[in-house]
């Protein structure tokens, strides 16, 4: 799994995190800024969990949120494919109305 996205989108993330993980603070969430190890380390202290649990946990949370990506990419990618084609069918609907108006 490729942590970046959510290292590199972190502030975004931010919110989603506390839903799941409503004690850790934002000076908590600042102070890793996207770190996996300082996120799974946090998460494993201020839960009293073990280390690996602390993983277990941050592989399901982060698994959802690749599919909740892929879904909101798929449907921007069909929203996209509809725009194109009905942009396409005005150009060519006004194409034949051009040549209507020509030669009637």
Do not use: C, H
Request: proline share 2%; net charge positive; aromatic share 10%.
């Amino acid at each position: 799994m490729d942590w970046d996205p959510i290292e590199g989108n972190w502030k975004q993330f931010k919110g989603k995190i506390k839903e799941k993980w409503g004690d850790l603070t934002d000076d908590d969430l600042d102070r890793i800024a996207g770190s996996r190890d300082q996120f799974e380390g946090l998460i494993q202290q201020r839960y009293g969990l073990s280390k690996d649990e602390a993983r277990k946990q941050v592989n399901e949370w982060f698994s959802a949120q690749e599919m909740v990506y892929a879904k909101s990419t798929a449907v921007g990618a069909d929203a996209d494919r509809v725009r194109r084609r009905e942009e396409l069918r005005q150009k060519l609907f006004r194409g034949a109305a051009k040549r209507w108006a020509r030669n009637p």
